[in-house]
């Protein structure tokens, strides 16, 4: 990379920074390592009743966790100065309900393959970003 | 806006100190066993924060909330970990355990040539003056419901 950039002829060159793509089954170990991390967060609640985590922040970052009634999750990582993220992963429940519940091909608790799932959980994650609200 | 608890672990893990001010729930598993998770699910969540970081900046955990309670984690870079649970719409907390860091433990701790580094803490002033700190501060006002 060093020759790239000491290289004068590939100038100007545009670098994007951001962090490496994981990987599929990093994700799913990650969010497996989540859940038990939530479920003892309600244990050791020093109030009656505490649902588990629903923000956790660092400087970096923050993420939310929405529990739905059925116990599926739906997490987000933004940047701690984004707005409305609530709402964002309501919205994302409604289309997960709409377009993988009730796809007859889909099968329950298996990785969700269907193209206008994705288009409008993309829309939904622009127009987010763009307005720092969703507009749902 | 109350503070509910707080528990200081020292570098390996062990609980030398908890303090409780407003405690709903009884406690379902003796208070060795409750440290002991607690200091597990710590553990586990800075090197989940760790992974899932979307920058390289391993700031680690600073708080976490759920609908009732919000649990804040002050560690020093000597691996002394301040952890607090308050109500959510404390203000304010980190700044709390930073003077806690800085005004009593190092004042009545380490200056403390009775107080030996890896032990529970025993000392009545610190306690004392602990209590005051934390009653002082903005997250502590009258104890709501």
Redesign the interface.
Known sequence: MHRVLEDPEQYPISLKF??PKLSTN?KIF?AS??Y??FA??????????????????????Q?HCFQTLTGVKFLA?VDPRQTGVEALLRRLHELYADFALKNPFYSLEMPIRCELFDTHVRSALESAEKLGVANV | MTV??LYIYNRAGTLIYYQ?W????PM?MSLEE?SR??YG?LF??KS??N???????Q???????????K?TLFETPTSLKFVC?T?VNAPGVNEMLQKLYTQVYVEYVIRNPECKPAEPITSELFKAKLDETVRMSPAFSSKAA
Do not use: H
């Open positions: 951001g962090w990093e990650l390592m989540f038990p991390l003892i967060a309600s244990q050791l609640s020093p109030e009656p009743r505490s649902s588990g985590i629903q923000v956790l922040e660092t400087a970096s970052y993420l990582v | 509910y608890n409780e407003s405690r709903k729930k379902t409750e998770l607690l699910m586990s969540l989940f924060s992974r899932i970081s979307p920058l390289d900046v700031e680690g955990v600073q708080c976490y909330t759920t609908n009732k309670y649990m649970n109500d």
